[in-house]
C-alpha cells in the first residue's frame, strides 16, 4: 500500500510542479485528506519528489542547461545566446537565495496548513486570470532585462508559501510583463532548476544525515522515478497546450478547489 500511495504522490507532484497549480498545496492537502502517514511521506520524501521533478527538467532542457554551462565563462558580458540567457537566470535566482535563506524555516514551519492553502490557491488563481487580461503577450526570453530577470525571480519566491506555485507566479508575472505564455513557461522552467536544486540539496543533507530504511529507500526511488518520468510528459504537453490556450482553466480549478478545502476545514 505504501508503494501504491509513493508513486500515487509521484504522479500528483509530476503533474503539479509544472502545471500553474501548485504541487506543495496537493501534496499538503492530499496527505491530509485521505490520512497519509506524514512521517513517511513528509518533507524528506518531497526532496525525492523534487529531484525526480528537478531531472525531468534538466532532461527534457538538456540542449539549453549544456549551452548555457558551456557559455557560463562569458555570461557576464554576453549579448546573446546562451551566455546571456543564463546570466538572466542567475540575475533571477538572486531574489529566493535571499528569501530563501531567510524565511525558508519559518515557512516551512508555519504555513504548510490546509487553511494557509485555500486563500493561497484563491490569490494565484486570482493572478492568472488577470494576466490573461493585460499585456501584449509578444516578448519572448530573448527581450528579457535584468529587471525583468529581477521581477520574475521575486514572482518565484512566492512559491515559499504554499499553494502560490512556482510556474504559476513566474508564468504571471512573465505575462505582466509582456511575454507569451510559451515563452514564460519556458523561463520559469529553467528559472526553477537552481531553486529546487537547492533545496532539494539542502534538505537531501537533512535526510542523509538520518539515514534512510530500506523500506524508505524503496518508498523515495518509486516517487522519485513516477514523478521524474510524469514530470517530463507534464512539461512536453503543457508547453503544447500553451501555444493555442489560455490559462483561465488552471485558474477557474484553484478557485474550486480553495473552496473544497474551506468547505473541508468547516466541516471537520
Known amino acids: 500500500m505504501k508503494l501504491l500511495v509513493a508513486a500515487l504522490l509521484g504522479v500528483v507532484q509530476g503533474l503539479t510542479e509544472f502545471l500553474p497549480v501548485s504541487s506543495s498545496a496537493h501534496l499538503i492537502l492530499a496527505r491530509a485528506f485521505f490520512g497519509w502517514d506524514a512521517a513517511v511521506f513528509g518533507l524528506a520524501f518531497d526532496v525525492a519528489l523534487h529531484a525526480g521533478t ?155 544525515r538520518a539515514g534512510l530504511s530500506g523500506e524508505e529507500l524503496a518508498l523515495f526511488a518509486v516517487g522519485m522515478v513516477t514523478s521524474a518520468a510524469v514530470g517530463y510528459m507534464t512539461i512536453k504537453y503543457f508547453l503544447r497546450f500553451l501555444a493555442g490556450h489560455r490559462l483561465d482553466v488552471f485558474a477557474y480549478y484553484r478557485l474550486a478547489l480553495a473552496a473544497v478545502t474551506v468547505v473541508w476545514l468547516l466541516a471537520l
Do not use: C, Y
Open 54 to 208: 528537478l531531472a525531468a527538467i534538466l532532461v527534457f532542457f538538456r540542449e539549453d542547461v549544456l549551452a548555457m554551462i558551456a557559455a557560463a565563462p562569458s555570461a557576464l558580458t554576453a549579448k546573446a545566446g546562451a551566455g546571456r540567457l543564463a546570466r538572466l537566470i542567475a540575475i533571477g535566482t538572486l531574489p529566493v537565495v535571499v528569501v530563501g535563506v531567510l524565511f525558508a524555516d519559518w515557512l516551512e514551519a508555519n504555513l504548510r496548513t490546509p487553511a494557509v492553502i485555500a486563500v493561497t490557491l484563491t490569490i494565484g488563481g486570482v493572478a492568472l486570470l488577470a494576466a490573461e487580461r493585460v499585456g501584449a503577450r509578444r516578448r519572448d526570453e530573448t527581450a528579457l532585462t535584468a529587471a525583468d530577470s529581477l521581477a520574475l525571480g521575486g514572482a518565484q519566491t512566492t512559491a515559499l508559501v504554499p499553494g502560490m506555485s512556482r510556474s504559476g507566479s513566474t508564468i504571471a508575472m512573465g505575462m505582466f510583463l509582456g511575454m507569451t505564455r510559451e515563452s514564460g513557461a519556458r523561463f520559469s522552467f529553467l528559472l526553477g532548476i537552481p531553486a529546487i536544486a537547492a533545496a532539494a540539496g539542502k534538505e537531501g543533507v537533512h535526510v542523509l
